[in-house]
């Protein structure tokens, strides 16, 4: 469990003065910073998206350093988002944790629990099962004062001021070292190293999620179009 220590270790931090000080750095930079800073406790939360192959090939490769990487079973990813996973644990040597629901280990034993596509009927109890319940054990199984996400503010509109540096709501540190990038920054970076990535993004989905609920995205439409397509809904719920 993450103790008051840890986050009020987080909660020391100032916050503006860290926003105004890293709003032009590298991603590079503001990791190299929260390495330093926060030795122990530091993780990386991964749906191995593009973004998110990105910033663990800047810490494994550039930095040397390896964070534990969180990892959500949903149960529900789509075969080439699994196997991305098992190539990127084996070519970083991945800390990986992959956290799931407990007691539930098929789709089917999914659906007899929850009953048939829990997602159409109940969407934020879907996304609590699947996905927050399970990232909270996480944070907390690993004492984590400070998680590093993949979100850029150019993705969603409720994005669009996110600060490099944030408290979540239990007051742990959120860094988020892609926030200035575009989607072409972490094209090019992926070009630039030979990053490995989900080849579905080549296949007209440029953000992944569960399989039942994503869909391709077309011509100029938003980068999360595809999600949870046919709603208001714009975020999972992990980050607000």
């Given at each position: 469990m993450t103790t008051t220590a840890s986050l009020n270790s987080a909660v020391s931090f100032d916050l503006d003065q860290l926003n105004q000080q890293f709003e032009t750095a590298t991603t590079k930079e503001i990791l190299a910073w929260s390495i330093?800073?926060?030795?122990?406790?530091?993780?990386?939360?991964?749906?191995?998206?593009v973004d998110d192959l990105v910033i663990t090939h800047i810490l494994y490769t550039e930095l040397q350093h390896p964070v534990p990487v969180i990892f959500l079973d949903t149960l529900y990813h789509f075969p080439e988002t699994l196997e991305l996973v098992a190539k990127a644990k084996e070519i970083y040597n991945l800390d990986l944790k992959t956290y799931k629901m407990p007691n539930v280990d098929t789709r089917e034993a999914?659906?007899?629990?929850?009953?048939?596509?829990?997602?159409?009927?109940?969407?934020?109890?879907?996304h609590h099962?699947?996905?927050?319940?399970?990232?909270?054990r996480g944070l907390d199984e690993l004492n984590t004062i400070a998680w590093i996400t993949g979100r850029r503010r150019?993705?969603?509109?409720t994005r669009a001021n996110m600060p490099v540096f944030e408290l979540d709501s239990l007051g742990r540190l959120k860094v988020n070292p892609l926030a200035t990038w575009t989607r072409k920054d972490s094209w090019a970076y992926v070009a630039e190293h030979g990053v490995i990535y989900n080849p579905l993004h080549d296949q007209g989905y440029p953000s992944i999620g569960d399989e039942p609920i994503t869909t391709k995205v077309?011509?100029?439409e938003d980068e999360r179009a595809g999600r949870w397509r046919g709603t208001a809904k714009t975020e999972c719920g992990i980050h607000i």
């Open positions: 330093e800073n926060i030795p122990t406790g530091l993780v990386q939360t991964s749906a191995f998206n999914f659906t007899a629990k929850y009953g048939e596509a829990l997602w159409d009927s109940d969407i934020a109890q879907f099962i699947t996905k927050i319940e399970p990232l909270q150019d993705q969603a509109v077309g011509e100029g």
